[in-house]
């Protein structure tokens, strides 16, 4: 499986990104995909991830009711629709797959795609 991830940029506090993920390969309907992100000189951090087949969703808590990921299955694509960003959502955005496992502990995720740098100005 490769991910292949895109959309970042720079943006004002308060607007607005969409990050994509294009996966090739076999992605199966238990497989979890997830969003993390590394902010300059902090630990990488889990943000959302998604059920591949059924949907089901989980979030960190900073992100609730801003973020929302979906997917769209035809195309293998992932998403992370960003809202109300704030600066300190600063970081590079990686996209992960994980074929035996739902959760946030990014060492248990098995594939990983390159990032995307989402900067956020005050």
């Known amino acids: 499986v490769q991910l292949q991830a895109s959309g970042g940029g720079l943006v004002q506090a308060g607007g607005s990104l969409r990050l994509s993920c294009a996966a090739s390969?076999?992605?199966?309907?238990?497989?979890?995909m997830g969003w993390f992100r590394q902010a300059p000189g902090k630990e990488r951090e889990f943000v959302s991830l998604?059920?591949?087949?059924?949907?089901?969703?989980y979030y960190v808590d900073s992100v609730k009711g801003r973020f929302t990921i979906s997917k769209d299955n035809a195309k293998n694509t992932l998403y992370l629709q960003m809202n109300s960003l704030k600066p300190e959502d600063t970081a590079v955005y990686y996209c992960?797959?994980?074929?035996?496992?739902?959760?946030?502990?990014?060492?248990?995720?098995?594939?990983w795609g390159q990032g995307t740098l989402v900067t956020v100005s005050s």
């Open positions: 998604i059920r591949w087949g059924a949907g089901t969703t």
């Open positions: 390969g076999r992605i199966f309907s238990s497989t979890v």
């Open positions: 992960a797959a994980a074929f035996r496992y739902w959760g946030s502990d990014s060492r248990l995720y098995d594939y």
